[in-house]
């Protein structure tokens, strides 16, 4: 088991070689981690080396991850909560979670604690893309959570409608607010939000993913 400050150390190398194809310099490191000396960095990477977790060679950035490195390194377990119909907003939004997604490193940018992701039921957004990938019947959908209003007319958002959850585009025009689909199935239309309607957006889609 690691400590905070040694998985921190951890995890900046990791993604800085993930990125960059290169590993990072002490100095890199020693920016990133606050740390007023080099010789803090020296030691936690010798720990990360002498455990397996980095392999560290003479060279200037010669830090090669271990045979240690695995799925909890390179990984986060996002929950799913629940289901979001890609239809008429008739899915509760309970947040019962529903198990979790193994999801990398690279794809949760900041607090990992704002993402969750929905199952999608339905199939009123198939034709949209995240990422290249459709928002099918049966995927899982990651949501950001930290968005909270329309920032991108082209974007998918997850909406709760008096207490009903929903993946939609979102339209706003003067007073009016709009519900878009984007779907290959003709029976699916805007929905027209009154001013008497209970709607939030709970987040932003940023990534869909399908096991099927």
């Not at 979102?170 to 929905?191: F, T």
Request: hydrophobic share 40%.
């Amino acid at each position: 088991m690691l400590t905070e400050k040694q998985q921190r150390v951890l995890d900046i190398v990791t993604r800085y070689i993930r990125e960059n194809g290169i590993s990072p310099t002490l100095e890199e490191i020693q920016m990133e981690l606050w740390v007023k000396s080099k010789h803090s960095v020296v030691q936690f990477l010798e720990y990360l080396d002498r455990k397996g977790y980095i392999s560290k060679g003479r060279g200037y950035r010669s830090i090669r991850l271990g045979e240690r490195i695995t799925a909890s390194q390179l990984a986060i377990p996002i929950p799913i909560l629940g289901f979001a119909n890609a239809g008429r907003p008739l899915a509760y939004a309970d947040e019962t979670e529903m198990g979790s997604v193994m999801v990398s490193k690279a794809l949760v940018k900041g607090d990992e604690k704002k993402y969750f992701c929905v199952r999608v039921h339905g199939t009123s957004m198939n034709r949209f893309l995240v990422r290249g990938k459709p928002l099918a019947d049966g995927s899982v959908a990651l949501i950001d959570s930290s968005y909270q209003t329309v920032d991108d007319p082209n974007a998918a958002y997850l909406c709760v409608v008096d207490g009903a959850a929903t993946l939609k585009k979102v339209k706003v025009a003067g007073d009016s607010l709009y519900l878009v689909p984007e779907s290959n199935d003709v029976s699916h239309s805007p929905l027209v939000l009154s001013s008497d309607d209970h709607f939030s957006i709970n987040g932003k889609v940023v990534d869909v993913f399908d096991f099927q």
